[in-house]
């Protein structure tokens, strides 16, 4: 099973930027899809950004499209989320997984979908 771990997160002012990073140990996490997730109080979670295996086909949220880029890193099993222009409605806890297909991630497959790890949070100011 895959484990996950994020970081990067923190406290930043509107249009400010942030990175997210997400080190994965266990199954290859060359062969398997990757997303960002996030949660806001009191919201679903849902999906933001997320990558084929070998990151060169992507899907983006409405809302950070143009404004966030995921990235990955398979030499160092790890991901990332390039986060610019950030706004007041992108505080969330954020999280990263894998699956098997893209097609799991944005359909929300869950026997796809490993388990959660404990997420970034990510606080924007305005």
């Known amino acids: 099973q895959l484990q996950l771990v994020e970081s990067g997160g923190g406290l930043v002012q509107t249009v400010g930027s942030l990175r997210l990073s997400c080190v994965a140990s266990g199954r290859t996490f060359s062969t398997s899809a990757m997303g960002w997730f996030r949660q806001a109080p009191g919201k679903d979670r849902e999906l933001v950004a997320a990558?084929?295996?070998?990151?060169?086909?992507?899907y983006y949220a409405d809302s950070v499209r143009g404004r966030f880029t995921i990235s990955r890193d398979n030499a160092k099993n790890t991901g990332y989320l390039q986060m610019n222009n950030l706004k007041p409605a992108d505080t969330a806890v954020y999280y990263c997984n894998a699956a098997s297909k893209l097609h799991s991630l944005v359909a929300g497959i869950t026997e796809d979908i490993g388990d959660w790890g404990q997420g970034t949070q990510v606080t924007v100011s305005s």
């Open positions: 990558t084929i295996k070998r990151g060169s086909s992507s």
